[in-house]
């Protein structure tokens, strides 16, 4: 069977919450949420499903910041299942997402552009996204020491690919 990424449920929320624990301890690549802002954010994450139906391979979520720009947050892989293509599986159901909601910019801010890169998207300057600076980066307790580069990807041709 071929993963697939399908909306979260809020019986997904303490599975996203432990696989986002998981890295924000390991390695700092992504910031921690509570379970309480996972339930809030449900709405925005996509999954994908251990094939045996007990718990996640995969999540990420697609957060709309304005009329012309949603971000990809929270983008978590197993570490058992890494490099098997789930994390561009989570990223496209998430474009496709952007899509619909008509959306024409998607952006992320990682410590692996080159994954994102791979994926299309482009590194860009944080100071591209002041919106996202002045809602969240100043409360962030990472500001100061950010470690974290912006990569944005151009929606128009997955947009005219849908149209075609
Ligand atoms: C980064 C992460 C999401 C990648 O997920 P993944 O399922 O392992 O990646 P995929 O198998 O889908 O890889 C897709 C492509 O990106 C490449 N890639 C994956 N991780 C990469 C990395 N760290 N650096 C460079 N390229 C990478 C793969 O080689 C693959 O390229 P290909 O299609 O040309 O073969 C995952 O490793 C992870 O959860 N990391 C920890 C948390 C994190 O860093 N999240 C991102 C924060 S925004």
Not at 58 to 64: D, E, I, P, T
Not at 99 to 111: I, M, N, P, Q, Y
Request: net charge negative; aromatic share 8%.
């Amino acid at each position: 069977m071929t993963a697939q990424a399908q909306r979260a449920s809020v019986n997904d929320a303490r599975e996203i919450q432990r696989l986002i624990a998981y890295w924000a301890e390991e390695t700092g690549d992504v910031l921690p949420r509570t379970e309480g802002e996972i339930y809030e954010t449900i709405r925005d994450f996509v999954v994908v499903p251990a094939e045996s139906g007990n718990g996640l391979l995969a999540a990420g979520a697609l957060h709309v910041e304005w009329r012309d720009l949603a971000e990809i947050k929270s983008l978590v892989v197993d570490p058992k299942a890494q490099g098997k293509g789930l994390g561009r599986i989570v990223v496209d159901a998430c474009l496709d997402e952007a899509v619909d909601l008509g959306l024409k910019t998607v952006f992320a801010l990682t410590t692996t552009p080159a994954f994102f890169e791979r994926l299309g998207f482009r590194v860009a300057g944080v100071s591209a996204f002041p919106r996202k600076v002045w809602n969240e980066c100043f409360r962030c307790p990472k500001y100061a020491n950010c470690d974290e580069i912006a990569v944005t990807i151009d929606l128009r041709e997955r947009i005219a690919e849908r149209r075609a």
